[in-house]
């Protein structure tokens, strides 16, 4: 059941102002807006790309406070349609508990399922001890207006700051999006946050993640990031258009980063791959591609660039982790997490060896 709250319970107020830290909204600072993509004129992107910057996937509030009582109030885009995420996932936020490292799942948004807002406690009669706390944004919607209540007398301070200011770039599908986690804090960017204490942008669009050369012009804009992830394979319809767009949207990238840490992830398997041979022979197919794309990058000299294949991410049981053979569960996306996990900590910490490949 939904728990709300009347308005002489809590003070309400609004997270764009400090001691609120808002993260994983890359345009943020200029924009104040709770969108994934510069604003743009009509035109100048897909318009299905538009509606999907406005999906708030990766977006954080973090703050400390020693609230007895904390609650939530939220106006969104538009309530959940989805037929096979849950709404918790679509239009919820979750919350966090815990310093850096520390960081406890508590507690998720109930609301009924045709709301496109709502009220929602997440504690309540709790010691007034000083908390750090983590709300994650929804990952399939647009969100209007978010409030934080708590009760009256109640401190505030800033949540500590990350542990490096080099934010983690995903550009990617559905998957990266967040599809099909149960809720915000179990998408696989989100997972590695939390690890790595860092702000993650996560620009999966689901469905179109297709290497449109404005979305590398974007994320080129992002100052000093510490590793770009490219993770689009999946939403290409055939590997021509894989073929087609990657070099060109890599090359993009490279045009200002030239010496950040870039990985190339080519799509994990369909959970239907041990029936369906022709899936599996194309995502080889895509896989042998973007590999020989990224050894002959570095035999032109790009030192800094590295290959991922999908697959080594799953584990053997990986059709055991789906939703409808495509969209991970919360296991799935555990387990690309735990696969990530070491390839980041070599590229965030150590780089690329001017050898081949990932320092081991």
């Excluded at 107020?13 to 943020?28: H, N, Q, T, Y």
């Excluded at 080889?284 to 660039?305: K, M, S, T």
Aim: aromatic share 10%.
């Amino acid at each position: 059941m939904e728990r709300s709250v009347t308005e002489d319970e809590l003070k309400w107020l609004s997270p764009d102002e400090p001691p609120f830290r808002i993260a994983g909204f890359a345009w943020w600072a200029k924009e104040r807006k709770y969108r994934r993509l510069p604003v743009t004129a009509p035109g100048a992107i897909r318009d299905i790309l538009n509606d999907l910057a406005d999906n708030t996937s990766g977006g954080q509030i973090r703050f400390r406070t020693n609230a007895t009582k904390l609650a939530i109030r939220v106006k969104l885009f538009a309530p959940n349609t989805a037929e096979h995420i849950p709404a918790t996932a679509v239009n919820g936020f979750d919350c966090y508990v815990g310093a850096p490292g520390e960081q406890r799942y508590y507690g998720t948004t109930r609301f009924p399922h045709d709301a496109d807002q709502y009220e929602y406690v997440f504690f309540e009669g709790r010691e007034a001890e000083m908390r750090c706390v983590t709300l994650n944004f929804p990952l399939f919607q647009g969100v209007h207006e978010v409030r934080i209540g708590v009760n009256p007398g109640a401190g505030l301070a800033e949540y500590p700051a990350y542990a490096s200011d080099r934010k983690v770039v995903l550009y990617g599908t559905s998957i990266t999006q967040g599809g099909c986690a149960s809720r915000p804090g179990m998408s696989y960017a989100n997972i590695l946050s939390r690890r790595f204490d860092r702000e993650f942008i996560n620009l999966g669009f689901s469905g179109n993640g297709q290497g449109d050369p404005e979305i590398a012009r974007f994320m080129s804009e992002i100052d000093d990031p510490g590793c770009i992830v490219i993770d689009y394979d999946a939403n290409n319809p055939t590997i021509d258009n894989l073929i087609r767009t990657m070099p060109e949207f890599l090359r993009i990238l490279r045009s200002r980063h030239a010496e950040v840490p870039i990985l190339v992830l080519s799509r994990i398997p369909y959970g239907y791959e041990h029936l369906l041979t022709t899936s599996r022979e194309d995502r080889i197919a895509r896989r042998n591609y973007q590999r020989d794309l990224v050894e002959q990058l570095r035999g032109q000299g790009d030192r800094f660039i590295a290959f991922c294949d999908g697959a080594e991410l799953t584990g053997e049981l990986w059709n055991e982790c789906t939703v409808d053979g495509v969209h991970p569960t919360d296991l799935g996306f555990m387990r690309i997490a735990d696969g990530l996990t070491p390839i980041l900590q070599t590229l965030l910490n150590e780089g690329i060896s001017t050898t081949g490949g990932i320092k081991k």
